[in-house]
């Protein structure tokens, strides 16, 4: 029951919210500062912290996450409501204050719930739904969360559908996720948002929508877009169209935290069976769900949940920073006041385009005929493959290499991400290197060409230049194919500042023999 004064608060707040702004909303002073700067900001929920996981996982997801988002050069806006305030963007220690559930006593707070937490000064997780209103509200293009809510199973007896899907159907933000968990019905989920104009297209491998705990649910989406850069490009499309729509870009779980579909469905249908003995409805439903299941795995269901948020905020994280990048119409990111560049692995070496050549024979006679072959073009370079794992497992290097100023140089800078591209020059006296390679039919490599002088642009003078920096990094990797001045100046570099150094040689594989030969 609620009282009259306090339905007249709430439908005051209701009607005062936003247009009016009498409901503050507080922005967090660096978020502020960033979205002036049009610089990477990635918004992320709530819910998974108050509702979503225990005690203390919670905490150390949140904390985590918003560390990940970091790393990659964005700032984090965990938003949620703290005693009847919106916060977009939250201290720790609130963090801690609101995961901290007995005490906190957070309301889920999905739109319909914002007039009524607000006006009674309630705290509060932000599902998808609410968070997507704040979001957008201080102008946060790109949120990240597990999974987003969808049409539960019995939808058509039960009615449920979350309002996330509503919310992503009328407001201009894209969310990456999991997918949708694994528990709603997936297939009506995406006829779903199909009806409602969102866009989905999956990110990863494979045009199969990604289902929460597995890699997989056997639907697939229109749309399969594999790096941050496309991502962006189709926000920004999608912004300049301003459809008031929103996009989801699903991402899979890592494979190594992935459930096989089979067992987690015997558990899930085990934790909906509980859920219709215990009489559990409305938003009850998902927290209950998550937690039966996560029991029911012996808490193995709650380390892929964790694992998945982790790498969907990395994956949100790269395509914000892909996104400014492109605003800015920054084609080569050289803006270091983007990003801070002290303190991160520092790799030294080539960048390539890699044409791999597989011929249909292992009789091989270069005696001027033609040989049939396959080609492959890639890019490659020793430097710039460790630059990109190490970017890929969340610790972006710099990266300082050289590439000519021809249409390969601009194809391999246009895959180096953003806040690694600082230190890669353009040098236009010089091809961007290329390196040919050829393969006979059972995968042997046999022949080796490289165009790669452009590698003895990175001087001794030029690592010197850096020194400023090249001090503050953890490990200096530095690539073989560099020549023999420059690689001793960065190891003296390294004995004076104290840092460990990585020589990497190349590494060709022989398939035949399935043995990698240096
Ligand atoms: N992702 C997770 N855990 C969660 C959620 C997402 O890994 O708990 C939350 C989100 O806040 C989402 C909500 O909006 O679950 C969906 O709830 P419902 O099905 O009741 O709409
Ligand atoms: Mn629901």
Redesign the pocket.
Known sequence: MIRLGKTLAILKNHKSFPAKRKVSMYIKEEIRDALKQKKAVVAL?S??IT??MPFPENVNCALQVEQIVRQQGAVPATIAIVKGRIKIGLSPEEIVTLGDTKSSDPVKI?RRDLSYAISNKRNGGT???ATIIAATKAGIPIFA?????GVHRGAESTFDI???LIELGRSKIAVISSGVKSILDISKTLEYLETQGVFVATFGKTNDFPAFYSTKSGFNVPYCIQRAEEAAAVIKCHNELDLQSGMLFAVPIPEEYAFDPEIIEGFIEKALKEANCDDVRG?N???YL?SQIAKLTGGKSLES?VAL?KNNARVAADIAVALVALEDGAQTGNDASQFNLEGRPFVIGGSNLDCSATLDTSEIKLDGRILNANFTYTAGGVGRNICESLCKLGFPPNFLSVVGADERGKMIMSVIPPQSRHFVRVDDSCNTAECIVVFDDRGSCRLLMGDMKIHNKITPEVILENESIIKTAPLIILDSNLSEEAIEECLKLAVKHNIPVKLQHRRVVCFHCKLWRR
Request: no cysteine; charged share 10%; glycine share 16%.
């Open positions: 929920e819910t998974i509702h979503g999905s599902t998808v739904s969360t597990g999974g987003i809510g979350s309002a996330d938003k439903i998902t927290p998550l949940n948020i």
